[in-house]
């Protein structure tokens, strides 16, 4: 969504792109209460966790922040630590809800047979 709204948006305002980055990364918020009920607390909070860092990184990149004057880390990497942190609450949140949705694994089968002889 965001990256097709600045190929198609390039040229009228470049900061469109960045309000459908922002949107994606609450989009998961609609869905909170069934995923709390699916997947518990932990999961949306993860969801949440992720939106609000996708936020926090764009409003930096806005505000151009740390400026110019950073000689490594500047506002641009900022924003790149924010987005990743965002998909790694994103993706161990999906990783949650897949674990709660699969069925329990299989006991291992009984072996008879071995161990004290009954006489």
Avoid: N
């Avoid at 948006?9 to 470049?14: A, P, Q, T, V």
């Avoid at 699916?38 to 151009?64: M, S």
């Amino acid at each position: 969504v965001g990256a097709g709204a600045k190929v198609a948006l390039l040229r009228e305002d470049r900061s469109v792109g960045s309000w459908g980055y922002i949107t994606l990364g609450w989009l998961g918020g609609g869905m909170i209460i069934p995923i709390i009920r699916k997947t518990g607390w932990v999961t949306a909070a993860e969801i949440a966790a992720g939106g609000v860092a996708y936020t926090i990184g764009a409003d930096l990149f806005r505000r151009k922040w740390p400026g110019r004057h950073a000689r490594v880390f500047g506002y641009h990497e900022v924003w790149h630590a924010f987005v990743l942190t965002g998909v790694g609450f994103h993706l161990d949140a999906v990783r949650r809800a897949v674990a709660s949705a699969a069925p329990p694994a299989p006991a291992a089968p009984r072996r008879f047979g071995r161990g004290r002889r009954r006489r």
